[in-house]
């Protein structure tokens, strides 16, 4: 199956800094990342999708970046802000890969991203 | 996105009952999944609900722990059975709709087994 590595799990940045989480996966077969955000006491709400056909997409101050050469991809945040702080969780899954079940997520074990005024 | 919701939001048992857990969502979905995320953990799969018939188990989940039904399109139950405190979570239910990748989840239910 696939097997999704999340680094760093812990990231402390100041206010109006970025912040960078990386992901690798293992399935070349996969072909569509989502990045989930979650609050403390929430539920994982989906921030920013990538698929394999693109290689990086933006939404006002988050990115994706994803390298299918390397299996690796990432989440960038830009000019942070207290209320990105959060867990955020990286995922895999195979879409429209014969065998596989439509929508499987395999997850990375999160990080928790924490900024400070 | 989707509107879904579930039922309890949280529960207090006593161990060796089981629980029952509802999730229902404003329109047709076609994929229905069932989550568990132990404190401070990731979110590991449990099974794939399937409409009409039985569930789609992930290694480590059995049917006669958490059974599992989808009588439609828009609705799920989990039931966690002869509960311990091992079985202490978040439960949380997520959707697919047909014309879209995009995944969602519901609101989660917090079951503290005691």
């Known amino acids: 199956g696939e097997n999704v590595e999340q680094h760093p799990s812990t990231l402390s940045v100041q206010e109006g800094d970025s912040a960078v989480i990386k992901c690798t996966y293992s399935d070349s077969a996969s072909n569509y990342f989502p990045w989930y955000k979650q609050e403390l006491g929430k539920r994982p709400q989906l921030i920013i999708d990538i698929r394999s056909n693109v290689g990086e997409k933006k939404d006002q101050r988050i990115a994706v970046t994803l390298n299918k050469t390397a299996k690796h991809f990432s989440l960038h945040i830009t000019e942070t802000q207290p209320e990105d702080s959060a867990v955020y969780f990286c995922a895999a899954s195979k879409v429209g890969v014969r065998g596989s079940t439509l929508g499987r997520l395999y997850f990375g074990r999160g990080t928790q991203l924490t900024v400070w005024p | 996105s989707a509107v879904i919701s579930q039922k309890p939001s949280r529960d207090i048992c006593q161990r060796g009952t089981s629980l029952t857990i509802q999730c229902q969502v404003d329109s047709q979905v076609t994929m229905m999944f069932w989550y568990r995320q132990q404190p401070g953990q990731s979110l590991t799969l449990i099974a794939t609900?399937?409409?009409?018939?039985?569930?789609?188990?992930e290694s480590g989940f059995v049917i006669d722990k958490f059974p599992i039904s989808r009588p439609n399109l828009t609705f799920s139950t989990l039931t966690v059975s002869n509960m311990s405190p091992e079985d202490s979570s978040i439960y949380l239910c997520s959707v697919i709709r047909d014309t879209s990748y995009e995944q969602y989840f519901g609101p989660g239910t917090r079951l503290t087994v005691t």
């Open positions: 609900a399937n409409q009409g018939s039985e569930a789609t188990y």
